[in-house]
């Protein structure tokens, strides 16, 4: 079955916005445990617009669930993951303007860089992701640099607004998924996904982890953080193959 793992960027997001110390995303970690979340997702951004260091090293402390860390192939960045050593690195790509992480790594353009990375975490017992389009060259630089698992990118399905868009998206998402099992990656999935469009997506058999942020600590705000996590996780649970 499908597991969720919950980004709470956002919670830090708010705390950043009068640069104090509430709300702590570390309780936020704990309420999403509660909930039964199988992990906890932070992307500790170069410019610390909303994780910073010292959430990343609590967090690694306190979730006793995974701990996945998404970050960009920066050298500080890197050193800081292999000082951590989370559960997981997912790697994404990282522009300073962005609202948030458009699109995905390109691993095949990257790929000396994401080898070194890779090999340099592994050395330090963390499985490593890459956050990709579904797309074959993609996901063949992701097997042949080392990579565990890759995310494959539902932004493009969350934003199509047609049946056929849809469709179309949700078959991509099913050839990368094929692709990526082939070569023996684990397959997961984020970016976009919401309450209302999840159910499809949870139906891609093969598809076993999502990261999701926004739209679980928007509900949060009105239903709690272990409430918000729960109805995810329920959502993800009941769509069947
Ligand atoms: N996966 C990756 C790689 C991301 O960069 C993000 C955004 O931080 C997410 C998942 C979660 O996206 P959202 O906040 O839209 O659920």
Sequence with gaps: MAVLNVNIDHVATIRQARLTDEPDPVWAAVQCELAGANGITVHLRQDRRHICDRDVAVLKETVACKFNLEMCMAEPIVKIAEKIRPDQ???????????????????VKNKKRLASVVKRLHKKGILVSTFIVPDEAQIAASTETGCDAVELHTGMYANAKTDRAIEKRLNDLRDG??????????????????????????MIEGLCEFNIGHSIISRAMFVGMRQAAEEMIGLIEIAEF
């Excluded at 692709?179 to 023996?184: E, R, W």
């Design 177 to 202: 998924r094929d692709i990526a099992m082939a070569s023996g990656l684990i397959v997961h999935a984020g970016h976009g996904l919401t309450y209302r469009n999840i159910k499809p997506v949870a």
């Design 89 to 107: 690195v997912t790697l994404v790509p990282e522009k300073r303007a962005e609202l948030t992480t458009e699109g995905g790594l390109d691993c």
